[in-house]
């Protein structure tokens, strides 16, 4: 009897999906996630598109969703050790990860009631928007300049037209005639390439935004400890002077640094999360306060204890080798990145 009844609420459910994308198939809807009129929803992902009071965001599980913003919808700031603030929806920006809830509507999208978002990844949109706008206003100015030419050229095409009509009894303009075809060809091939450049000036905007949330290792750097300690020794710390040095990290564009802390297996499971979690804050505090590397950079450190050895830690030299943090340099893939 339950199969049967979940059988029939599956079969409603997908007719139902069926009936929304065919009437609601014009303009933003929600994507992969689509769901029945006046349902709470509740998504996690990146803004990639804003237009007015709605923008586009690509969910944590890869499908996408259109989100409302209303005059009822309560926007705040998670702040780390602060008290969180109220924003506005000027903050929503391309490149910003935030948390929506809310209630699909009739059209396919999100009312969002609350968009909560941390302030470094406010800080990080923003740093992004600065960088892609100014492209993409060159591709609109470069788009603008192609229309003109074509209108130019179709009012010489015009000209041309009037000419063929009036070129039996008008033989002495043969050559005029001639001379406005060949600058009409010329400015059409102008406006092919000004188009040519526009486009590729868009494609190159829009691949940047669609891998904002995609990163590569660029590098790892591995710090050791002694037994029962989350202190860094002086070899520590110039290991991670020597590393940060040859990194030129001021010329990195895009970039992240993700500490994570590990203990050998010796004492208790808390005991050695605990430890290895101050491992990983004992390395970002060396890194702010001795290199300055701002703070919106570093992803939550994390301690995975006892877990993910790189030795035995059936030795002495082996538990040395699973006491230590791992920073890892992060390089967003959608940032054009200097040379090293």
């Known amino acids: 009897m339950t199969r049967s009844k979940t059988t029939i609420q599956l079969a409603v459910f997908a007719l139902t999906l069926t009936l929304t994308a065919s009437v609601f198939g014009q303009g933003y809807s929600i994507f992969d996630g689509l769901t029945v009129a006046g349902q709470k929803v509740k998504i996690e992902g990146l803004v990639t598109k804003r237009d007015d009071n709605i923008f586009r965001m690509r969910n944590s599980d890869g499908s996408e969703a259109v989100v409302l913003i209303t005059e009822k919808t309560k926007i705040r700031i998670n702040r780390r050790f602060r008290t969180d603030k109220t924003s506005t929806a000027n903050d929503v920006l391309r490149g910003l990860r935030l948390k929506v809830e809310g209630t699909s509507n009739t ?11 941390e302030e470094r990844d406010l800080l990080t949109a923003q740093a992004v928007e600065s960088r892609v706008s100014p492209v993409e206003d060159q591709a609109n100015s470069t788009e603008v300049l192609a229309e003109s030419n074509e209108k130019r050229i179709d009012n010489a095409q015009q000209r041309i037209d009037a000419a ?172 054009t990145q200097a040379s090293l």
Do not use: C, M, W
């Not at 990194?247 to 499971?269: H, N, P, Q, R």
């Open 107 to 117: 059209e396919g999208q999100v009312v969002a009631t609350k968009i909560n978002f």
């Open 164 to 335: 063929d009509q009036n070129a039996q009894r008008l033989a002495g303009q043969i050559e005029e005639l001639s001379g406005v075809a060949e600058a009409a060809g010329a400015d059409a091939k102008k406006a092919q390439s000004a188009a040519d450049n526009a486009q590729a000036a868009a494609d190159t905007a829009n691949s940047r935004i669609s891998s904002l949330d995609e990163y590569n290792v660029f590098r790892t750097i591995t710090v050791h400890f002694r037994t029962g300690s989350a202190s860094l020794s002086k070899q520590a710390k110039q290991e991670i002077d020597q590393e940060i040095e040859a990194l030129s990290v001021d010329s990195l564009k895009g970039f992240a640094i993700s500490v994570v802390g590990f203990a050998d297996s010796t004492g208790k499971t808390a005991r050695n999360r605990s430890l290895s979690g101050r491992r990983a804050e004992a390395v970002i505090n060396y890194l702010v306060t001795q290199h300055n590397v701002p703070l919106q950079r570093v992803v939550q450190p994390f301690g995975y204890g006892s877990l993910d050895p790189v030795s035995t830690n059936e030795t002495s030299e082996g538990r040395a080798l699973n006491r230590r943090a791992e920073v890892r340099i992060l390089v967003n893939k959608g940032i």
